[in-house]
């Protein structure tokens, strides 16, 4: 069965705390995204990779941090240095170049208490 | 800076009505556009995308570049319809994809 897995589906942490979220794919697809979702202000762009090995910093990355070692899958680091982390995340891969379509994954809740 | 607004928050038509859902664009180069949707409680999923020049569920979408706008449009919207609709923008050179803040369609019978 084909598509993005994220997990977990629901994560609580304490401040100061960093957390990995996973993402994993088998679309064989090269290039993957995280967004951070908040209600009114849509999706926002963390980090992106076109290949692995490389990656580059979207609109919010600060506090965050990634890794592409493998092509099935691109972990997002949430740090304690992020001031506001309590956010939806979603994961996705992109199939076919710039003009092509993005694959989600169900997304990840992160709480911090 | 690379931008995409999406300027209503919610728009709620009645079953029938015509709807159009707004787009605006701000971004160097040529940008691929794209439509996305998310019903409810189903991942965010493509709607369509200007390159492909189709009509998706009754939905169309025109590229006018002189106003940076790539707008969503349906004659006769159904009660199916309702779900969260976002504007998206691709750069070829970077890779970067970014989307608008989405704009609830509220579809009443």
């Known amino acids: 069965d084909g598509g993005i897995t994220q997990s977990p589906k629901y994560l609580f942490r304490k401040e100061g705390q960093n957390v990995t979220l996973s993402c994993e794919q088998n679309?064989?697809?090269?290039?993957m995204y995280w967004y951070r979702q908040d209600p009114g202000q849509g999706l926002r762009l963390i980090y992106y990779s076109q290949i692995v090995n490389d990656f580059q910093k979207g609109d919010i990355a600060e506090g965050y941090s990634v890794s592409r070692e493998k092509k099935e899958s691109f972990p997002l680091t949430v740090t304690s240095a992020q001031k506001n982390p309590t956010a939806f995340y979603l994961c996705?891969?992109?199939?076919?170049?710039?003009?092509?379509?993005?694959?989600f994954g169900e997304g990840s809740r992160l709480t911090v208490l | 800076a690379q931008r995409v607004t999406q300027p209503e928050k919610l728009l709620s038509v009645f079953k029938g009505a015509p709807v159009e859902l707004k787009c605006n664009y701000s971004y160097s180069g040529s940008p691929e556009l794209f439509w996305y949707v998310q019903y409810s409680r189903q991942r965010l999923q493509l709607l369509l995308r200007h390159i492909s020049r189709e009509s998706i569920k009754g939905f169309t979408a025109d590229l006018n570049k002189g106003e940076t706008s790539f707008h969503l449009k349906k004659p006769f919207a159904q009660e199916e319809d309702s779900a969260m609709y976002y504007c998206a923008a691709s750069s070829s050179n970077t890779g970067k994809l970014i989307f608008g803040q989405g704009t609830t369609l509220q579809v009443k019978p």
């Open positions: 679309l064989n697809h090269d290039a």
């Open positions: 996705a891969s992109l199939r076919g170049g710039y003009t092509g379509e993005l694959f």
